[in-house]
């Protein structure tokens, strides 16, 4: 029996690498994770199949742009600016419950009537006007609503998970925990992605015999009020548990004597946003980690356009259909980046070290587009045809979504486990003022820019070409610039921390 217990101990050991006096911290956190990254997983379901199966994959790229956008300067604007006056706790208490109040309107207000909320009248007269290339901007409009929920699911993403989340997190965390414990945060955040997927499967895979909600219009309707329902009361959870793990690290820092500290930096971090981009500007440190965020969201950006394009194609306007096969592709992307998560991320990060699993992203996307773009262009031949040849029946279509849910799978996996992992890492040797306002505008604003010039980039190329896919050849040559930017950034970066650290591994 102890020989059972010994080898048990040392499984747990590996997976989370835990010393004495940290799993309260630890596992709070974890919990926290789950359910933030639960409800991502879940709005970002319901926002590709309400907007696309209204109006296209055209529009994603204009709602980025001049929704999204500046939406996250102003929510970013006004994080810097609570931060310097409230506390962490009280800032996130404020957005978070903003949030929910959001999509607790929309869901019991907005969605029952939206079709009345659509601006058909002025959509048709703004046609009639403006050319062509006004198309994105007028479905925009019609479809407010829906561009609306939307912009709050990106902004969920941007402001409570990569902004506050975060940004308390590396606030509470010495190198040391990082190196062992954000390898292993990253499996909640898989296991969450697992559950969504399952959720979400099993509410749009109802029949009709399971219609139970009388109120609701139709299966459709009904799945968005559960999924939104389970999106609300895990907001609410989250509000208290972010309590919770405030009161724990008030404690710890009490116990550590390092409150006095930590009040002293917080005299001096009173900076705006134009300062906070200032110093990202001027330090070599922090213009390298926003060249990593800027880059990720743009070819990510970029190559998520052109597959849900295939999709919306492939679905045309079956909504249960997209957010069930969408549904299926988070729950596989959660199994792999779990299984990424539990053996590969914290080995590769302890034992090969820092660049070695901060290059794994850039270097996966560079090669699998090679496959994907082809596939896009329609161009039967070499590797397409002996796809084709695999699965008799199918269509070049299927297979061009299937690859690019593939290439999904493996970027959004390692996203959440090398790619955050590394990034969060290298915010923790910085002091408490460069960490506050570098991951302001590398989180807050630079994800956001990165995302809304890859929309930028389709803006400019879709009054010259037929359809999104026609745009490949010129989409691609900017993937693999950027994406060679990206590992050079992170080589460059590498030799930052390393000056800093005065370590030979990180």
Request: with cysteine.
């Amino acid at each position: 029996m102890g020989n059972i217990r010994d080898v048990f101990a040392k499984v747990g050991k590996f997976i989370v690498p835990l010393e004495k006096g940290e799993y309260q911290k630890f596992f709070s956190i974890s919990f926290a994770f789950f359910l933030i990254s639960l409800i991502y997983n879940i709005l970002r379901t319901l926002k590709i199949s309400m907007i696309v199966s209204a109006s296209g994959a055209e529009i994603i790229p204009y709602v980025k742009v001049w929704g999204v956008l500046p939406s996250a300067f102003l929510f970013t604007y006004i994080v810097i600016k609570l931060s310097s006056r409230l506390k962490r706790e009280h800032v996130f208490h404020i957005l978070i419950g903003f949030f929910i109040l959001y999509f607790s309107i929309f869901l019991f207000i907005i969605y029952p009537n939206r079709n009345s909320c659509e601006l058909v009248s002025l959509s048709n007269s703004l046609q009639s006007l403006l050319p062509s290339a006004f198309n994105g901007i007028i479905l925009m409009i019609r479809y407010w609503h829906f561009s609306l929920f939307y912009l709050f699911s990106e902004l969920w993403s941007t402001i409570i998970l990569s902004l506050l989340f975060w940004g308390f997190v590396n606030e509470i965390s010495r190198v040391h925990q990082a190196k062992r414990f954000y390898g292993s945060f990253a499996l909640s955040a898989n296991i969450a992605a697992v559950f969504a997927g399952q959720i979400t499967l099993s509410t749009c895979q109802m029949n009709s015999s399971q219609f139970f909600l009388t109120f609701c219009e139709d299966m459709w309707h009904q799945s968005v009020f559960l999924l939104l329902s389970v999106v609300i009361f895990s907001g609410i959870i989250v509000w208290f548990l972010f309590s919770y793990v405030s009161k724990v690290h008030e404690q710890e820092q009490i116990e550590s004597d390092e409150k006095v500290r930590r009040l002293s930096l917080k005299k001096k971090e009173r900076a705006g946003l134009l300062q906070s981009l200032n110093l990202v500007l001027k330090s070599r440190y922090l213009f390298y980690l926003s060249i990593l965020v800027f880059g990720y969201n743009l070819v990510f950006n970029l190559i998520d356009v052109l597959w849900t394009d295939q999709l919306s194609q492939m679905f045309e306007g079956d909504q249960l259909g997209l957010a069930i096969y969408i549904s299926r592709v988070t729950m596989m992307k959660g199994f792999l980046a779990t299984i990424l998560a539990i053996f590969v991320t914290t080995t590769v990060v302890t034992k090969l070290g820092w660049v070695y699993a901060a290059i794994t992203t850039p270097v996966m996307i560079f090669l699998t587009s090679f496959l994907f773009f082809p596939l896009v262009l329609s161009q039967e031949t070499g590797l397409e045809k002996y796809l084709l040849s695999l699965s008799p029946g199918a269509t070049l279509l299927s297979i061009t979504v299937f690859i690019g849910a593939v290439q999904s799978c493996l970027t959004r996996s390692l996203k959440y486990t090398m790619f955050d992992a590394t990034k969060e890492m290298a915010f923790v040797p910085l002091d408490l003022n460069m960490k506050r306002q570098g991951k302001a505008v590398i989180d807050g604003v630079g994800s956001r820019i990165g995302k809304s010039c890859g929309s930028l980039v389709y803006q400019v190329l879709l009054p010259f070409f037929a359809s999104i896919s026609a745009t490949v050849p010129y989409v691609a040559i900017i993937v693999f610039v950027v994406v060679l930017l990206w590992i050079y950034s992170v080589i460059g970066l590498n030799k930052e921390m390393k000056k800093l650290k005065g370590s030979e591994k990180i």
